[in-house]
Nanobody, 124 residues
Framework: VQLVESGGGSVPPEKSVTLSCVAS????????MTWVRQAPGQGLEWVAS????????NYANSVKGRFVVSRDNAKNTAYLRMDTPLSEDTGVYYC??????????????????WGQGTQVTVSS
């Protein structure tokens, strides 16, 4: 069982980028998926969550209106689209899975599965 994030890298400010989180070893259909990030030298920060069928989403105030969380259960994949990324969005982005309810925390112990992370650096 694992979650593998991808899509990070060096991103110019305000250029949209989409992160992917592919699950293997389990079917994410009934699992809530969450994105958490860690800025350089900072602690973990909850970013966004989406429920199992993708009808309910929640966002941290710091990203609300700029990020969009989504999922494609047929592809066993969750996504985080970062529209208009800013320098303060730089960090390692992790995806995590909880069952069945969404979690709105950055505490690893609240999630059964946690990915290895993908680095996003917003810089001109």
């Amino acid at each position: 069982v694992q979650l593998v994030e991808s899509g990070g890298g060096s991103v110019p400010p305000e250029k949209s980028v989409t992160l992917s989180c592919v699950a293997s070893g389990f079917n994410i259909e009934k699992w809530a998926m969450t994105w958490v990030r860690q800025a350089p030298g900072q602690g973990l920060e909850w970013v966004a969550s989406i429920n199992g069928i993708g009808r309910t989403t929640n966002y941290a105030n710091s990203v609300k209106g700029r990020f969009v969380v989504s999922r494609d259960n047929a592809k066993n994949t969750a996504y985080l689209r970062m529209d208009t990324p800013l320098s303060e969005d730089t960090g390692v982005y992790y995806c995590a899975a909880s069952f069945p309810a969404m979690k709105f925390t950055a505490n690893r112990h609240d999630y059964l599965y946690w990915g290895q992370g993908t680095q996003v650096t917003v810089s001109s």
